[in-house]
């Protein structure tokens, strides 16, 4: 088996959280948004769709530029079907933020995969600010029904610290009649604040806590979204785990509720490194720059989770070639996600001659692998799991067959022909 170093200059889509967000913001505003560095990819056209329903007009001025005219804080209309948001769950949540409220009726559902996903944890507290909100499986599933009502303030310290629903109730107290305050039990990342303090918004955060005051406006946008840390978080992983690697992923987006990987990655002994850093209107970016090398276990605790929990499908790739166990505790959430993560990606790593094996709130994992060739592994449908066990293969140098390879669309349509790109994989 070959592990051939790769070595290459690679660029990512767009960031996927601000993309969503910036479409979804922009059809609150007074006025005409410009948006550079959109991600065109499925989940974050449902966004797009989803404001279109609401009235917000959206241009294509390029594959990556969108012109939205927005509807105002109190303009939009009430859609004329059922609003479908596929497999996205920021569309779905953080949308839900966005029609709890209106003076009108709203129904929003998903694929499959998505109606199986926990929604208490959005509908709960928008009850509580008033919103006269119903779901399936008592309020728990979507689809979710949206009848008006007119939303109180709320001071609500959430269970799970999750960053679409900490964006939905801010959503919704922007255009409401009191304060609404988030404080989360663990900081998650912070782009829709970022974002509505460039629309005027009136917030204020300290710590872990987030407080919106209602206003009357919000000012259009004009960003330029850098690529995506969890896009480029396989191709990081990818160069970090074969030895005589070198990478450079261009302008990636940097906030530091983002970047986790990149710690627990230097921690197993990897060489990563920001160079040309900036700012991308209000967010942190950078060139990553990476070189491979032999890579030692390590333990992932609680507290590290939220700010790389996109990427932990990827830390299992490093974690398969690095030498000793590695175990990632407190991630109970991967079981909530496009699949069940945890067990989508056990049970691949072992089809792949990988000891691997489930925690009650995480996954373990002993390297350094060497991979079983000819295996078929099950993606679940899910984006992530599909991609990190494509650079699971390209990393140990075999094809690993994947049940579909659609999924990827989700976020990152490219992915195959960068990896063929950079790797020389077949996808
Ligand atoms: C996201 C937040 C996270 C993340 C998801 C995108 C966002 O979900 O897993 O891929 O854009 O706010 P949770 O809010 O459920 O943690």
Same mark, same amino acid.
């Given at each position: 088996?070959?592990?051939?170093?790769?070595?290459?200059?690679?660029?990512?889509?767009?960031?996927?959280?601000?993309?969503?967000?910036?479409?979804?913001?922009?059809?609150?505003?007074?006025?005409?948004?410009?948006?550079?560095?959109?991600?065109?990819?499925?989940?974050?056209?449902?966004?797009?769709?989803?404001?279109?329903?609401?009235?917000?007009?959206?241009?294509?001025?390029?594959?990556?530029?969108?012109?939205?005219?927005?509807?105002?804080?109190?303009?939009?209309?009430?859609?004329?079907?059922?609003?479908?948001?596929?497999?996205?769950?920021?569309?779905?949540?953080?949308?839900?933020?966005?029609?709890?409220?209106?003076?009108?009726?709203?129904?929003?559902?998903?694929?499959?995969?998505?109606?199986?996903?926990?929604?208490?944890?959005?509908?709960?507290?928008?009850?509580?600010? =008033?919103?006269?909100? +119903?779901? @399936?499986?008592? /309020? *728990?599933?979507?689809?979710? #029904?949206?009848?008006?009502?007119? %939303? $109180?303030?709320?001071?609500?310290?959430?269970?799970?610290?999750?960053?679409?629903?900490?964006?939905?109730?801010?959503?919704?107290?922007?255009?409401?009649?009191?304060?609404?305050?988030?404080?989360?039990?663990?900081?998650?990342?912070?782009?829709?604040?970022?974002?509505?303090?460039?629309?005027?918004?009136?917030?204020?955060?300290?710590?872990?806590?987030?407080?919106?005051?209602?206003?009357?406006?919000?000012?259009?946008?004009?960003?330029?979204?850098?690529?995506?840390?969890?896009?480029?978080?396989?191709?990081?992983?990818?160069?970090?785990?074969?030895? =005589?690697?070198?990478? +450079?992923? @261009?302008?990636? /987006? *940097?906030?530091?509720?983002? #970047?986790?990987?990149?710690?627990? %990655? $230097?921690?197993?002994?990897?060489?990563?490194?920001?160079?040309?850093?900036?700012?991308?209107?209000?967010?942190?970016?950078?060139?990553?720059?990476?070189?491979?090398?032999?890579?030692?276990?390590?333990?992932?605790?609680?507290?590290?989770?939220?700010?790389?929990?996109?990427?932990?499908?990827?830390?299992?790739?490093?974690?398969?070639?690095?030498?000793?166990?590695?175990?990632?505790?407190?991630?109970?959430?991967?079981?909530?996600?496009?699949?069940?993560?945890?067990?989508?990606?056990?049970?691949?790593?072992?089809?792949?001659?990988?000891?691997?094996?489930?925690?009650?709130?995480?996954?373990?994992?002993? /390297?350094?692998?060497?991979?079983?060739?000819?295996?078929?592994?099950?993606?679940?449908?899910?984006?992530?799991?599909?991609?990190?066990?494509?650079?699971?293969?390209?990393?140990?140098?075999?094809?690993?067959?994947?049940?579909?390879?659609?999924?990827?669309?989700?976020?990152?349509?490219?992915?195959?022909?960068?990896?063929?790109?950079?790797?020389?994989?077949?996808?």
């Amino acid at each position: 088996m070959s592990r051939a170093s790769i070595s290459g200059c690679i660029e990512v889509p767009g960031d996927k959280s601000m993309s969503h967000r910036a479409v979804l913001l922009a059809a609150l505003a007074e006025g005409d948004s410009r948006v550079r560095g959109f991600l065109r990819a499925d989940d974050t056209q449902r966004s797009v769709e989803l404001v279109r329903a609401l009235g917000a007009e959206v241009k294509d001025v390029s594959p990556t530029e969108l012109r939205i005219r927005g509807r105002g804080l109190r303009g939009l209309r009430e859609p004329a079907n059922v609003i479908d948001a596929g497999n996205s769950g920021t569309t779905l949540r953080i949308g839900a933020g966005l029609l709890a409220g209106q003076p009108f009726f709203s129904t929003i559902t998903g694929d499959a995969s998505l109606r199986r996903r926990p929604m208490g944890r959005i509908v709960a507290p928008l009850q509580a600010m =008033g919103a006269v909100v +119903r779901g @399936r499986a008592a /309020g *728990t599933r979507a689809p979710l #029904t949206f009848c008006g009502g007119s %939303l $109180r303030g709320l001071r609500v310290a959430t269970s799970v610290a999750s960053a679409q629903v900490k964006s939905a109730l801010l959503i919704a107290g922007v255009r409401g009649t009191g304060e609404v305050s988030v404080i989360e039990p663990e900081a998650t990342r912070d782009h829709t604040e970022r974002m509505l303090l460039a629309m005027g918004a009136l917030l204020l955060v300290d710590g872990r806590e987030a407080r919106v005051t209602p206003t009357d406006e919000l000012a259009p946008l004009d960003v330029d979204i850098p690529g995506d840390f969890s896009s480029a978080a396989f191709f990081v992983v990818l160069a970090a785990s074969v030895p =005589g690697s070198e990478l +450079r992923v @261009r302008r990636v /987006g *940097t906030n530091p509720t983002r #970047t986790g990987l990149v710690e627990v %990655l $230097r921690r197993m002994g990897a060489t990563i490194v920001f160079e040309e850093s900036g700012s991308a209107t209000g967010e942190p970016c950078a060139d990553l720059v990476v070189r491979g090398g032999e890579l030692r276990a390590t333990n992932v605790v609680a507290n590290e989770v939220p700010r790389m929990i996109d990427e932990l499908p990827a830390l299992c790739v490093a974690a398969a070639f690095a030498k000793g166990r590695t175990e990632i505790q407190g991630a109970s959430e991967l079981r909530f996600k496009e699949s069940n993560r945890i067990v989508a990606m056990v049970e691949a790593l072992r089809a792949l001659g990988i000891p691997a094996g489930e925690l009650a709130d995480g996954l373990w994992i002993e /390297g350094p692998a060497t991979l079983r060739a000819g295996v078929r592994c099950e993606t679940h449908d899910d984006h992530r799991v599909a991609m990190a066990l494509a650079t699971l293969g390209a990393a140990g140098g075999i094809d690993v067959e994947l049940s579909e390879t659609a999924s990827v669309a989700t976020s990152f349509p490219d992915f195959f022909e960068t990896l063929r790109r950079i790797a020389g994989a077949r996808g």
